[in-house]
């Protein structure tokens, strides 16, 4: 992806999600869940989907929330893993150099910008393999929340063992050069880390046993033409959460017996964003309109089985940005 294509990707994103209208609060409560009974719940991301939105179907209640500006890469947290990832809700990118010296590389030095694939593949990560090189990245730090560009940094993963990683990181300049261990919290998918003006580990993720799905915007990955695309969904729990789609039975009839004939997905975008439709309205603005017939059921790490599908995405005062979705333990 050449920088001029980079360049019109993030302008088409700017001019497509910058129209969001303001939204409340998230939902502070929210009723407990009847077991087997029909549960209507929400969460509310902002008036420029700022917010990422943890949710467990079990306990219908929202986990815990941040926004997006408070983290910027992501670290696998298994003992043997060692893969990074990036905070695609901030359209952010990553530039390969070829050079190992870290204070040598210059903005200049990048490489192709490369993504994370959408359906969350530990094989398709952006940084890669970076245990066979030791190579510096160059990374575009993303927008803001008007989607401003927050300038460019690099990073180098010096090493990790089965209870840490070691990083040095810095603005492209060499200024705020810092080297940070950053170490697995295995009760959690992955550890995180803010960069920019002040490096350091943040805590982001709640322990990946309490949460379901997650609401927020992310970058989806478009294969005609190739391409890393801002939208707005759901990406479900990578921990042992399997998602299957049913788009033709209507969300009564569907039952237990019917959800295990499925084919279930890991992909962690299975459910995404293509459960709405934008339109425009009368006077040229953005109008979404959801598709109850996109039926999701999603098998959880505690081998529970629910129907999902989505009502709304817009709040009590017809602002933007709220998902609303009707789910139904089986």
């Not at 050069?177 to 009760?187: C, E, G, N, Q, R």
């Not at 629910?306 to 817009?314: A, G, N, P, T």
Request: hydrophobic share 35%; aromatic share 12%.
């Amino acid at each position: 992806m050449t920088a001029k294509k980079y360049l019109q990707v993030t302008i088409t994103s700017l001019a497509t999600f910058l129209v969001m209208a303001n939204s409340s609060c998230v939902r502070k409560e929210l009723p407990a869940i009847v077991k087997k009974g029909k549960n209507t719940s929400s969460v509310d991301l902002g008036e420029k989907y700022t917010r990422q939105c943890y949710f467990s179907l079990k306990n219908n209640t929202m986990v815990s929330s941040n926004t997006r500006q408070q983290w910027s890469l992501a670290f696998e947290t298994a003992p043997d893993g060692f893969h990074v990832i990036l905070n695609s809700s901030r359209n952010m990118f990553v530039y390969p150099t070829t050079k190992t010296d870290f204070i040598s590389v210059k903005f200049s030095d990048r490489g192709e910008a490369c993504w994370d694939r959408s359906c969350g593949s530990m094989d398709s990560t952006a940084i890669g393999d970076w245990r066979t090189n030791a190579y510096v990245y160059i990374i575009d730090e993303g927008g803001d929340d008007n989607d401003v560009n927050q300038g460019w940094s690099k990073i180098q993963v010096l090493s990790v063992n089965a209870t840490s990683y070691k990083i040095r990181v810095s603005k492209i300049n060499n200024s705020n050069d810092v080297t940070l261990v950053v170490p697995k919290d295995t009760t959690c998918n992955y550890s995180y880390i803010l960069i920019g003006n002040d490096p350091k580990v943040v805590t982001i993720e709640p322990p990946k046993d309490t949460w379901d799905i997650m609401l927020t915007r992310y970058a989806h990955t478009f294969f005609d033409p190739f391409t890393s695309y801002l939208v707005v969904g759901c990406i479900s729990n990578r921990y042992n959460t399997l998602v299957a789609e049913d788009s033709t039975t209507d969300f009564e009839k569907i039952n237990m017996e019917m959800a295990k004939t499925y084919t279930f997905s890991t992909d962690v975008d299975a459910i995404g964003y293509d459960w709405k439709q934008v339109g425009s309205t009368n006077g040229g603005g953005t109008d979404y309109k959801v598709n109850p017939n996109k039926v999701y059921i999603i098998k959880t790490a505690h081998d529970e089985y629910y129907k999902l599908h989505f009502v709304d995405f817009y709040n009590d005062k017809l602002q933007k940005g709220a998902p609303k979705w009707e789910y139904q333990r089986l």
